[in-house]
């Protein structure tokens, strides 16, 4: 999958297969699996490798991996779902909006702090033991790293969005470990690894109290945010001390300090201008080819309700609940005055995400033009998407999705497998930014 570029960096594999793969940051490409190469005595080998008989391992967690393919059991809306959204945005059961009854929560969320006031909700009102989810790494701050927040406080000091590599799947050994049910926090990929990995590993499934979805239109990888950080005069990354992507408003603006920095001193960047002009455009791959931008897999989604006016607005989200689970915690979070929701038409969904609709159609022709050409390509099963492409799309954007595809597996050299060298951050010292990006391979 990895060398194919249809990996997403969900981490599911290194979770299934410890002694086998490990996650590694690849500068252009995003986070990967590697193989643990073996540690050998004499000609015995003192750990296990993919290659060798322990390899059954890798092979498991291939069934469970999100970027081979995403598959619903049906297309038909099962009873109690939304008929309406179901052949376009998946399982539905509630559609809200609202925010955070924190302020706090809310102002410091990417957009109303939902995701970050449910979790925390789960963990005080509902008695769940943890909340796995993604952070920015104490270390390098512009990497990322999963952790297990146990407290309202942990998840605060984590707030908002990271449009970076992560891979929280590689960490669900906490949750089978934890002491009661935890709620699963992550991209629509992770989340539908989460549930392929739950069929097969029975503890975690009773360990999952809930899964969160936030919605997603692909990720950057670390190369994005370098030059985000170039663009935010950064010239040494080994010195930041805490980057941003979004929150602090609606939608917020990408922010970076450095440890030097004087407290006067302000480095942002606009939505508009951090993820319009610069991070949108270095998303891996995988992504290009992804159906569901909305948590499909999810018990609750959370996203953006674009369709309203942003900037002075302390911050809004919409949220879906998918399942019965997640319509009994969301409504029982907005009881405990947690959460200030209201229930909104089911067509404030398709406005708030006109962009994502148009995304899932041209991945039916992106797909099927990968397939004409002999190159490897997901599959997917009751997530409808030809009719969208017919109905939906104008002809230029039929034309960008099956003739741009053809030229980008020239472009981006799609024959040839992926070059994949773990990325190592620089260590401080003098210079621009640029002459620091390309990294170098770990020690092994």
């Known amino acids: 999958m990895a060398a194919g570029r249809l990996c997403t960096g ?20 995003g986070r990967r699996p590697l193989p643990i190469t073996p540690v050998r005595t004499g000609t015995a080998a003192s750990a296990a490798g993919p290659s060798a008989a322990g390899s059954s391992g890798a092979a498991t967690a291939l069934g469970c991996c999100p970027g081979a393919g995403l598959r619903h059991e049906s297309s038909r809306p099962a009873p109690g779902e939304i008929a309406e959204l179901r052949p376009a945005w998946g399982p539905v059961r509630a559609v809200w909006e609202g925010y955070a009854a924190d302020p706090a929560i809310r102002y410091a969320g990417s957009s109303g702090g939902v995701a970050t006031a449910l979790a925390g909700y789960c ?31 942990e998840l605060l000091a984590n707030a908002g969005s990271r449009y970076a590599p992560a891979s929280p799947c590689d960490r669900l050994d ?6 009661g049910p935890c709620v699963f926090v992550g991209k629509p990929c992770d989340v539908a690894a989460v549930r392929m990995a739950r069929r097969l590993r029975p503890e975690l499934d009773r360990r999952l109290g809930l899964t969160v979805a936030i919605f997603c239109a692909g990720t950057p990888t670390t190369r994005g945010t370098l030059e985000m950080l170039d663009r935010l005069g950064v010239d040494d990354p080994a010195k930041l001390e805490s980057v941003h992507y979004r929150g602090n408003g609606w939608p917020g603006e990408a922010r ?34 992804c159906p569901d931008h909305t948590g499909e897999f999810a018990d609750v989604a959370v996203g953006d309700p674009w369709y309203r006016p942003t900037g002075d607005d302390p911050g809004q989200s919409l949220v879906l609940a998918r399942t019965e689970r997640g319509v009994r915690l969301v409504e029982a979070a907005i009881a405990a005055g947690v959460l200030v929701l209201t229930p909104v038409a089911p067509t404030i969904l398709p406005a708030s995400q006109p962009n994502l609709l148009g995304a899932r159609g041209a991945v039916w022709g992106r797909v099927a033009t990968l397939r004409l050409a002999g190159l490897p390509a997901p599959r997917f099963r009751h997530l409808p998407m030809a009719g969208i492409w017919w109905r939906h799309l104008s002809l230029a954007e039929k034309l960008r999705s099956t003739v741009g595809t053809l030229r980008r597996i020239g ?16 260590e401080p010292r ?7 990006t390309t990294g170098r391979p770990l020690s092994k």
């Open 256 to 289: 970076a300090r450095l440890t030097d920095d004087p407290p006067e001193r302000r480095r942002e960047l606009s939505y508009a201008e951090s993820w319009g002009d610069i991070l949108q455009k270095h998303r891996q791959w995988r992504c290009y080819l």
């Open 430 to 436: 003098a210079g621009s930014a640029a002459a620091q």
């Open 10 to 29: 969900c981490g599911v594999c290194a979770y299934l297969a410890p002694d086998e793969v490990r996650m590694v940051d690849v500068l252009d490409h």
């Open 174 to 179: 906490l949750v089978e470990q934890a002491d």
């Open 123 to 153: 963990l005080t009102g509902e008695g769940m033991a943890g909340v796995l989810h993604i952070g920015a790494r104490a270390d390098v701050p512009y990497l990322n790293e999963t952790r297990l927040s146990r407290s309202p406080a």
């Open 411 to 426: 472009r981006k050299r799609l024959r040839e497998p992926a070059t994949l060298a773990p990325y190592q951050p620089p």
